[in-house]
């Protein structure tokens, strides 16, 4: 059945999260705080490693990778912005 996951972000250069494969990142947010990703996912499928990466502003981008969207923490003081890295997910999909 198709649902939408929210997953919280830790605050670190990359993180593997468990997901459905196919799973469809949607946004990211600030809830309470905290860093979190909103999926849309397919519960019935069976879960695969998937890597996110988060950049601070002015930090190197290293990779080719696919934006997933920006937040913000601390009042806006500091900024990240958070990707997917593209070669892993076309492997998945191959």
């Known amino acids: 059945m198709k649902r939408i996951y929210k997953y919280e972000l830790e ?6 999260i468990e997901m459905p494969i196919r799973a469809d990142i949607l946004s990211v947010q600030v ?7 909103w999926v849309l996912v ?10 996110i990466l988060t950049f601070g502003t002015w930090n190197a981008v290293l990779g080719v990778n696919k934006f997933i969207g920006t937040y913000q923490v601390e009042s806006g003081q500091l900024v990240f912005h958070v990707f997917e890295p593209i070669n892993e997910k076309e492997e998945v999909d191959k």
């Open 11 to 16: 605050i670190t250069d990359s993180q593997v």
């Open 31 to 37: 809830q309470y705080g905290s860093p979190c990703i």
């Open 42 to 51: 397919d519960d019935d499928l069976v879960k695969e490693p998937r890597t």
